[in-house]
């Protein structure tokens, strides 16, 4: 089954995405979002954007914070059971369980708020990905 | 409406967004935008103030698409666990 997304041609480079709804379990929230395809990142996080446009309060997350590293700096972020679902254009729908880690500490620079949330190797490792950017093409097939 | 078909919209809004992302600089430049049914029903400079207006206009945020459009490309950065 595949799985399409899409290139955003709104990062430099030009950077493959995916739709997907989330249901954050400690929460009780549903939310639609687009995510980073990023096999560099080892998990899947929700960064500030998304943190803000839900209004999601990451004191209520229980478990506790974990460090995480990238270009953009040291960050700090609460993982938290998550389904993850994307929808295939035959519209069947596939759901994955894990452990999202959402920020939890206050954007450092107002350039990091422009940043998606990122679809990381815990997911991703469970699907092949085709990614063609010179014929606009990307989806991920299990 | 099932989570397939309201994820399959959520796609469309997001697809149409990005086709129509030259057109729509030019009159959103710098600005957040809000898609519903692929249209664009709301904008603002700034984030907050769009998602607060979005919910006092009964939209749902957490629904929509919501995006930056920039000319300055945005750049994309890696994460990684300290522990991994």
């Not at chain 1, 549903?30 to 446009?53: C, F, H, N, Q, Y």
């Not at chain 1, 998550?82 to 369980?97: D, N, R, V």
């Amino acid at each position: 089954m595949e799985i399409k997304g899409y290139i955003n041609y709104g990062y430099r480079p030009p950077a493959p995405f995916i739709a997907a709804m989330i249901f954050l379990k400690e929460l009780n929230m549903e939310a639609k979002l687009p995510l980073l395809i990023d096999t560099g990142a080892s998990s899947t996080m929700m960064l500030w954007r998304d943190v803000e446009r839900l209004k999601i309060n990451t004191t209520l997350l229980r478990k506790e914070d974990k460090e995480f590293t990238g270009l953009g700096g040291l960050t700090k972020a609460k993982p938290t059971p998550t389904t993850i679902s994307f929808t295939s254009e035959t519209g069947e729908l596939l759901e994955e369980e894990a452990e999202a880690f959402v920020v939890s500490i206050p954007c450092p620079s107002p350039k990091l708020e422009l940043l998606p949330s990122i679809l990381g190797r815990d997911v991703l490792n469970k699907y092949n990905l085709n990614y063609s950017p010179r014929t606009d093409k990307v989806y991920i097939e299990k | 409406m099932s989570k397939t078909s309201s994820l399959q919209e959520f796609t469309d809004d997001i697809v149409w967004l990005m086709k129509s992302r030259d057109e729509l600089i030019e009159k959103y430049e710098d600005e957040w935008v809000a898609v519903w049914k692929t249209t664009i029903i709301d904008h603002d400079e700034n984030l907050d103030i769009l998602i607060e207006r979005l919910r006092v206009k009964g939209y749902k945020p957490q629904h929509m698409v919501i995006e930056f459009l920039s000319k300055k490309p945005i750049e994309a950065i890696l994460w990684k666990s300290k522990a991994t």
